[in-house]
C-alpha cells in the first residue's frame, strides 16, 4: 500500500509529462489540464491502497482512459470519412497511411438538402457506434493514428506499446469498421 507522500510524490514527478502528453493529445491546454487532473483524482480515489510500484501503470492506464473520454464526448458529428474504400489497403499490406476525414464547410452544408443533411448526420452516428464497439485497444490505436493523426511511432509510445502492435490494432480495427459499415449500407 502506497502512503500519502508516496502517492504525493508520484504523482508530482508525473504532472508535467502527463500533461504534455494530453496537451499533445488533445491540442487543448485546458481540456489536457483537465483531464490530468481527473485522472489524478481517479487514482487517489480509486487506487491509493495500492501498491506505489502499481502506480505508474495504473495511472497510464487511467490517463488514456480519461483521454479517451474527453474525445468520446467531443462533437464529432460533423466529421465524415470521405471515402470507405480507404478501410481496404489496395497493395495488401495490414498498414494504412491515413483516413480521410472530412468535415463538411459551413457552405457546403448551406447547399445541401435536407435529406443529405440527414443521410450526413447518420453516417456519423454509425461510424460513432461502430468506433466505440471496438474493443478498447483497437479503438485508442485507431483513434490515435487517424483521429489525431499521430505517426505510428508517437502513437506506440502514447499506448506504451510496440509500433507492430499500433498496426496490428489499426489493421484490425480498420477491419472490423469495414465489415461493420459495409453489413449496415454504408458503401464508397
Excluded at 481517479?42 to 497510464?60: R, S, T
Excluded at 443529405?116 to 464497439?133: A, D, G, P, R
Aim: hydrophobic share 35%.
Amino acid at each position: 500500500m502506497a502512503t500519502e507522500k508516496e502517492l504525493s510524490d508520484f504523482l508530482k514527478s508525473v504532472e508535467k509529462r502527463a500533461f504534455k502528453r494530453s496537451v499533445y493529445h488533445v491540442r487543448d491546454e485546458e481540456a489536457a489540464l483537465d483531464i490530468v487532473q481527473d485522472s489524478m483524482m481517479k487514482l487517489a480515489e480509486h487506487y491509493a491502497d495500492k501498491p506505489a510500484n502499481e502506480l505508474p501503470m495504473l495511472f497510464q492506464r487511467i490517463l488514456s482512459n480519461t483521454t479517451l473520454d474527453w474525445f468520446r464526448r467531443q462533437k464529432t458529428k460533423n466529421a465524415l470519412f470521405s471515402n470507405f474504400n480507404d478501410f481496404e489497403s489496395e497493395s495488401g499490406s495490414d498498414e494504412m497511411d491515413f483516413l480521410d476525414i472530412k468535415v463538411p464547410e459551413h457552405d457546403t452544408m448551406m447547399g445541401e438538402s435536407a435529406e443529405q443533411n440527414f443521410s450526413h448526420t447518420q453516417n456519423v452516428l454509425e461510424i460513432e457506434e461502430e468506433i466505440k464497439k471496438l474493443p478498447a485497444r483497437q479503438r485508442e490505436a485507431f483513434l490515435l493514428r487517424y483521429w489525431e493523426e499521430l505517426d505510428v511511432s508517437e502513437t506506440a509510445s502514447a499506448m506504451g506499446c510496440s509500433e507492430g502492435s499500433v498496426k496490428t490494432h489499426c489493421s484490425r480495427a480498420i477491419q472490423a469498421l469495414h465489415l461493420a459499415l459495409s453489413a449496415k449500407g454504408l458503401k464508397p
